[in-house]
């Protein structure tokens, strides 16, 4: 991997650790969804998987970690696997079908995280999960937003950093 691309991961996970940190007091309504989204839409599942990594593991040192920092992972690193499959179709996707997606990638990131309490058994994970559903339904409607408002300017300035690493 070149030293560039390095860099331009290193930058998007740090613009999505900052902005993780820094919403901490709107509970769930992160831009961290959405970078990893439009990361992976633009240059692949790889790249938006080592973003979510970097960011799970990135904020969690300032947020603290716990057996849930595994499922931010996974949650995230699927979120970042799928957008990179959608990267083909993303020019032929009206961006507010893709706003709805990102909102629907805050749900799937919370059912996700909620998996932890599944060792407790089955009735405490759906209580667990249908408690966090407004925390949730947070995250969808700030991924929703982050997503009209950041994708138009984010995608344009990664497109030409594509062009730039010939990738």
């Not at 080592?50 to 699927?78: E, K, P, Y």
Request: glycine share 10%; with cysteine; proline share 4%.
């Amino acid at each position: 991997m070149s030293t560039r691309k390095m860099a331009l991961i290193s930058l998007l996970a740090a613009l999505s650790i900052v902005g993780r940190i820094y919403m901490t007091s709107i509970p769930n309504v992160q831009p961290s969804t959405v970078i990893i989204i439009i990361t992976g839409l633009v240059f692949g599942a790889r790249f938006g998987f080592t973003v979510a990594l970097l960011t799970a593991i990135g904020s969690d040192f300032v947020l603290g970690f716990g057996f849930f920092t595994a499922m931010q992972v996974l949650a995230w690193g699927l979120v970042g696997i799928l957008s990179g499959l959608l990267s083909r179709f993303r020019t032929k996707i009206p961006m507010p079908v893709m706003a709805c997606y990102a909102a629907g990638c805050g749900y799937l990131f919370g059912f996700i995280v909620s998996l932890n309490v599944l060792v407790a058994g089955v009735p405490s994970f759906i209580a667990y999960w249908i408690m966090g559903l407004p925390f949730d339904s947070y995250h969808a409607v700030g991924n929703f937003l982050f997503y009209i408002i950041l994708s138009p300017i984010l995608i344009k300035l990664l497109e030409a950093e594509k062009k730039k690493l010939q990738l």
